[in-house]
């Protein structure tokens, strides 16, 4: 069936530092692609999506582009902030929506 | 896109009874998800609710232990039955809407 693989964190970095998040994923079909962001104590929020190949989300400085050649969907930021420190989720959408294992990043000032 | 309104927000409650929690939709949408959170975990989906007809549920779930209804296209209600703890996570409910999924803001179990 579909499934989201996501890279493994814990992931600390110094502010400004770039980000990157590794999504790969498997599916039958066409799926839709989305990170979702998690802030400590809250719910979970929408960060960007892309809904075909080639396409780009964008979102408050992240970026993701669906690969499908590669089956990717990586996350990147250039220059991550203190604020940015979240639990990101990588998810496909077919028939339901699968979500990767989370990657927590930590922002040092 | 849709807003949910999910509650209870949080509960505790103690190991063998039952909580139920419920979602109500500011649209009417056809498919409804359940997903369980549990601690330091990602989602994982419970079941598919669609309105006037039984909820299809994931492997590892089932409706004695977790039954749901959907009586409307703008509401549905998760139980969560005979509690343990380790049935403490988080649970979510989810839309789909014609801009993509929609998540409540979840609530938080703790059973002790």
């Known amino acids: 069936g579909d499934s989201v693989t996501q890279m493994e964190g814990p992931v600390t970095l110094s502010e400004e530092a770039f980000l990157t998040i590794n999504c790969t994923y498997t599916?039958?079909?066409?799926?839709?692609l989305f990170w979702y962001v998690q802030y400590p104590g809250e719910g979970l929020q929408l960060l960007l999506k892309?809904?075909?190949?080639?396409d780009k989300g964008s979102n408050k400085g992240f970026e993701a582009t669906y690969r499908k050649e590669t089956t990717s969907f990586h996350l990147e930021k250039g220059s991550v902030q203190v604020s940015d420190s979240a639990v990101y989720f990588c998810?496909?959408?077919?028939?339901?929506?699968?979500f990767g294992a989370g990657t927590r990043l930590t922002v040092k000032p | 896109s849709a807003v949910i309104s999910q509650k209870p927000s949080r509960d505790i409650c103690q190991r063998g009874t039952s909580l139920t929690i419920q979602c109500q939709v500011d649209s009417q949408v056809t498919m409804m998800f359940w997903y369980r959170q549990q601690p330091g975990q990602s989602l994982t989906l419970i079941a598919t609710?669609?309105?006037?007809?039984?909820?299809?549920?994931e492997s590892g779930f089932v409706i004695d232990k977790f039954p749901i209804s959907r009586p409307n296209l703008t509401f549905s209600t998760l139980t969560v039955s005979n509690m343990s703890p380790e049935d403490s996570s988080i649970y979510l409910c989810s839309e789909q809407g014609p801009r993509g999924y929609t998540f409540g803001s979840g609530t938080r179990l703790t059973v002790v």
């Open positions: 609710a669609n309105q006037g007809s039984e909820a299809t549920y």
């Open positions: 599916a039958t079909g066409y799926p839709s």
């Open positions: 998810a496909l959408s077919g028939n339901d929506m699968r």
């Open positions: 892309a809904t075909k190949a080639d």
